[in-house]
């Protein structure tokens, strides 16, 4: 078992805001850019994919149909943020000629780290037995998540993952693969994994994904542990046999990198659409 960082360090390395000091600001603008994208697209608001409390979505359907679908997950170390600060991305997939969901799945205490992974789980089957009335493409469900959300949706597509069907791509943002260092970490203090659920959630150790194209992707203005997480990563699903495309951002750090999702100006963005075949 590698040797773990003294919890100083590790409380650090799992701040990512340690490295991007404009972040508050960051934030603000998902949530200002989200109310935007709703007040100007139509959409279906709180739409109910289970029944749990939280389990609902903000869906944006595509300008003509059947189309594909992003689904998005959003962070916050499984204890902040929430759909209503995710929907920054849908004009620009709109744009293309996709469809847009911002999935909601509750936060931390009330809700557990397994809680949450089948709470993802069962909003990609509710999509993918809705895609006729979605006016989305059955083959078409695409999912992309950051930080904790990349966590929550690797998790779901993992080879254990249920009964879900395989979805046609991922696109994993400065995520978290090996949960054990940070169960040891200030962010486990909300959170409570036991070690029963870094083995059970961990994506590293349930490959390969049930997802047939594959994109890891962080920011340049990382921490040391995120870039450690996405290498053994992309290293541990290419030895699974899949292929997996890695990337690294230059100019963006933790918190911005997903402001560029779908914009085709921007490396990420056209990285995203191309796997898409937008």
Request: proline share 8%; charged share 20%; hydrophobic share 40%.
């Amino acid at each position: 078992m590698e040797q773990l960082l003294p919890r100083d360090e590790l409380d650090r390395e799992y701040s990512p805001s340690s490295v991007a000091p404009q972040y508050l600001s960051i934030l603000r603008d998902y949530r200002l850019r989200s109310d935007s994208a709703r007040a100007r697209h139509r959409h279906d608001a709180d739409v109910r994919y289970g029944p749990e409390p939280a389990e609902t979505l903000h869906f944006f359907p595509p300008p003509r149909g059947p189309a594909p679908v992003h689904v998005f997950v959003h962070g916050g170390h499984w204890q902040e943020s929430s759909k209503e600060d995710s929907c920054f991305a849908a004009p620009a997939f709109l744009r293309a000629g996709a469809g847009f969901v911002a999935l909601g799945y509750g936060l931390a205490p009330q809700r557990t780290l397994g809680d949450m992974v089948r709470s993802v789980r069962r909003g990609i089957r509710w999509i993918a037995d809705h895609a006729d009335q979605l006016g989305i493409r059955q083959d078409g469900v695409y999912l992309g998540g950051s930080s904790a959300g990349a966590h929550l949706v690797a998790a779901a597509v993992a080879s254990d993952g249920g009964d879900i069907p395989p979805v046609a791509g991922i696109t994993l943002l400065s995520g978290v693969y090996d949960l054990e260092p940070v169960r040891h970490s200030y962010v486990n203090d909300l959170v409570g994994m036991t070690p029963a659920d870094v083995r059970a959630y961990s994506p590293l150790r349930h490959l390969p994904l049930r997802a047939a194209r594959i994109l890891v992707a962080r920011a340049a203005a990382e921490t040391g542990e995120y870039g450690r997480q996405q290498t053994d990563f992309v290293r541990a699903v290419r030895r699974a046999g899949q292929q997996c495309d890695a990337r690294i951002f230059p100019h963006r750090n933790h918190f911005d990198l997903p402001l560029d999702l779908a914009d085709p100006a921007t490396p990420l963005g056209h990285a995203v659409l191309t796997q898409m075949h937008l």
